[in-house]
């Protein structure tokens, strides 16, 4: 019996229905609630942390080694770092962006009665009243404000409205899916790879096939702030893929069009072994993918991996223009991401022998990336050490 064709219909309903969901770090409780619900029509078991990581159980036929594959419900966004006597408010960002992209941007202030909407704008936004000067402006989150769509014309007027300092400000996704199957929003990131990957486990419930090995889907809530998966494997997880937005730029090999396999983050690189065996399987499903690498950039994986699981890292990502901006992907990355990651949920464990880490202090059971003599040979043939020194002679030549 083989998977089904992934359900794009579903994919493209389930995000943009998050999309219309507020999530920034911290305000991602409604959101949790979203994709628990997802989860239970497709009879996923699953769990809560305190703070609200899904942790989900897709049952295989062993229970060792585990596998996680981990997706991120929370984006960037702001929250209010003063209230200003003109009545606007100060803003301090949620993750790590430019104030570039928040400028002009439409949001919601969640207070703790109510929402108030608003615009953020440079300190200087009139070009009939500050001309040339508006150019002359630095980018920079000190240099913009909220104009809330109230009276609020004063300190007085702000807190009148329930104003407080830490309440959270949303950024409106302003969501187009184009007939060339081009999608732009924000928080695409990452909201389009959870999409995938509840596209990917309905294609699996709905086969009937069991998975070789129990698999873990993650939905976690701190990724743009760098804590995402740090506590959420309680399992013998010996394999881990982050899934995640690929940047589309000059100086980097992603595209819309394709699935990103990362080979190396901020972090540094990942697994070897992990990596090659999505590689595998994209090359088996005749899936198009690029090998990418991401300097200023990090991932799930890298947080677990920070956290002290001993655990073997991957990332697979969908290819994106202007990520953290006015975001556009393409429908041909999500649906090649979707057939991936059902490709590797269904394969068998990278090595068995994980299921007992403890083995693998035997050479035996140790892990070969390349042949040794492969790795020793040259085709730059280095002197002997018996040449380099003077037969008989104490002292090295020259």
């Not at 070969?368 to 040979?377: F, G, W």
């Amino acid at each position: 019996m083989r998977l089904p064709a992934p359900d794009l219909d579903y994919l493209r309903r389930v995000l943009l229905e998050m999309l219309a969901i507020p999530s920034p770090t911290g305000f991602t409780d409604t959101l949790v609630r979203y994709v628990a619900e997802r989860l239970d029509e497709l009879g996923i078991p699953y769990e809560l942390t305190r703070r609200g990581t899904i942790r989900a159980t897709l049952k295989g036929r062993l229970s060792s080694p585990d596998r996680a594959v981990s997706a991120h419900l929370d984006t960037i966004g702001a929250s209010v770092r003063e209230i200003k006597d003109s009545g606007r408010l100060a803003l301090a960002m949620i993750g790590c962006w430019s104030s570039r992209f928040a400028e002009g941007s439409r949001v919601s202030l969640f207070t703790d009665h109510g929402v108030l909407r608003g615009s953020v704008l440079p300190l200087l936004a009139s070009g009939h009243a500050f001309n040339t000067a508006i150019d002359e402006l630095p980018i920079s989150w000190d240099n913009v404000e909220l104009r809330l769509d109230a009276d609020c014309s004063n300190r007085a007027d702000a807190e009148a409205l329930g104003v407080s300092i830490g309440d959270f400000v949303a950024f409106d996704p302003l969501p187009e899916f184009s007939e060339s199957g081009h999608i732009s929003s924000r928080h695409l990131d990452d909201k389009a790879g959870v999409a995938a990957l509840l596209c990917a486990l309905k294609q699996i419930v709905e086969s009937g096939l069991t998975p070789e090995i129990d698999c873990h889907p993650l939905f976690t809530i701190t990724e743009e702030i760098g804590s995402g998966a740090a506590a959420a494997l309680p399992w013998d997880v010996s394999e881990f893929v982050g899934i995640d937005i690929a940047p589309v730029a000059p100086g980097q090999q992603s595209s819309e069009h394709c699935v990103s396999v990362a080979m190396q983050d901020s972090g540094g690189p990942y697994d070897y072994h992990l990596t090659r065996h999505l590689l595998r399987l994209a090359a088996e499903q005749a899936i198009p993918v690029h090998r990418d690498l991401f300097r200023y950039y990090h991932s799930d994986a890298q947080s677990a991996i920070a956290a002290g699981h001993d655990i073997r890292t991957a990332l697979l990502a969908f290819g994106c223009d202007a990520t953290h901006g006015y975001e556009r992907t393409h429908i041909d990355s999500l649906l090649g991401l979707t057939q991936l990651l059902s490709a590797y949920l269904m394969s068998p464990p990278v090595f068995a022998s994980d299921a007992q880490p403890a083995q693998n202090h035997s050479l035996q059971r140790f892990s070969r990336q390349i042949e040794c003599d492969t790795q020793m040979a040259c085709e730059t043939q280095l002197p002997t050490l018996g040449s380099l020194l003077e037969v008989g002679g104490d002292e090295p030549t020259a």
